[in-house]
């Protein structure tokens, strides 16, 4: 059996930077056509500058692959009018942070006072830039993002015409929201269609399976299966692929993040034939919605995928891959 992807795209993507970007960048270009890059750096991607001098980072890593980064910008409540004019062409969305909730997120917004808020997301609005969220509060961590829905609603409802992306969404109250609000929409990650706390943490402690927002309860994955499975039409594809060094992973403080980019489209080609659902939709939910939601038009490229064995990589270049060493049923040809 084989199938072809059409311009398959990764809706959330960390590509770091520095040698961890040079080392793992073309994991992801040389499977997909494209993808929205996150600007949690050190320190965080929050000029035109810092977007440019990224980019061309980027393209120098992924060298004569094809494949084209979308930017995205870190969200900050003192951007004003001016500001968004001028980097609006340079970015695909800009993403907000709670402070201090994953990697590199210390100067995120902490409160999420409308009024503060308020004249940055109605440029936004106005200038149809995309508002991607990171959706946790600082609570109990299984319940962070179920407690960040409110305040989904809160934005969705003051900003009526601001495109919401509720990023990585990871329960079953994130996926109802999408149904209540036109305006909120969803990526989903591979490893939270597969896995559970349960694989996580009920055994050994798995630490290449540990991310933020950790991985949740049977029904929310259940949940997340249902729509990616139909290709929901508000919700696209975003593997939050976030590379470590293995000696990062493999610590005493182990980092969050599952490095899936190498992987990706195999297992989700395996993950939607062995639920019954057709490659058509898989192709709705690795690009074509993508393309309606972020108005995109990516570049032609055509990734050819067969029920071959494939055995993944112990490591790249230091970076520990979900499912090292073992043995998936699809690869790209
Ligand atoms: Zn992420």
């Known amino acids: 059996m084989s199938l072809t992807l059409h311009s398959p795209l990764d809706m959330h993507l960390h590509l770091r930077d520095g040698d961890m970007l040079k080392n793992i960048a073309k994991c992801s270009a040389s499977s997909f056509s494209g993808g929205l890059i996150m600007p949690n ?188 499975l139909k290709a929901h039409p508000k919700v696209s594809f975003g593997s939050d692929s976030a590379p470590h060094p293995k000696e990062a992973k493999e610590a005493c403080g182990c980092a969050a993040g599952v490095f899936t980019a190498p992987i990706a489209l195999q297992v989700l080609a395996e993950l939607f034939e062995t639920n019954g659902a057709t490659f058509d939709k898989l192709q709705d939910f690795v690009s074509n919605n993508a393309q309606k939601i972020y108005g995109l038009k990516p570049l032609e490229k055509s990734i050819l995928l067969e029920k071959k064995p494939f055995l993944v990589p112990n490591d790249y270049n230091g970076v520990v891959p979900m499912y090292s060493g073992e043995t998936i049923a699809y690869s790209i040809v």
């Open 41 to 228: 750096l050190v320190p965080p991607v929050s000029s035109k500058e810092d977007i440019l001098a990224y980019k061309s980072r980027i393209k120098e890593a992924i060298g004569d692959e094809e494949f084209e980064p979308y930017m995205t910008l870190f969200f900050k409540p003192s951007y004003t009018r001016e500001f968004l004019e001028s980097i609006k062409d340079e970015v695909v969305g800009i993403k907000l942070y709670p402070a201090g909730i994953t990697t590199n997120s210390e100067g995120g917004v902490s409160g999420f006072d409308i009024d503060e808020l308020s004249p940055t997301l109605t440029a936004m609005s106005e200038l149809n830039i995309p508002l991607c969220v990171h959706g946790e509060t600082n609570g109990f961590v299984m319940d962070r993002e179920a407690e960040f829905v409110s305040i989904y609603e809160k934005l969705a409802s003051a900003f009526p015409k601001l495109k919401i992306i509720m990023e990585h969404i990871t329960t079953k109250q994130s996926v109802e929201a999408l149904d209540r609000f036109e305006n909120l929409y969803a990526t989903i990650t591979l490893h939270h269609l597969l896995i559970t706390l349960d694989d996580v943490a009920g055994g050994m402690l798995k630490p290449h399976l540990f991310c933020k927002p950790i991985a949740k309860r049977p029904e929310d994955r259940e949940a997340l299966l249902k729509v990616a």
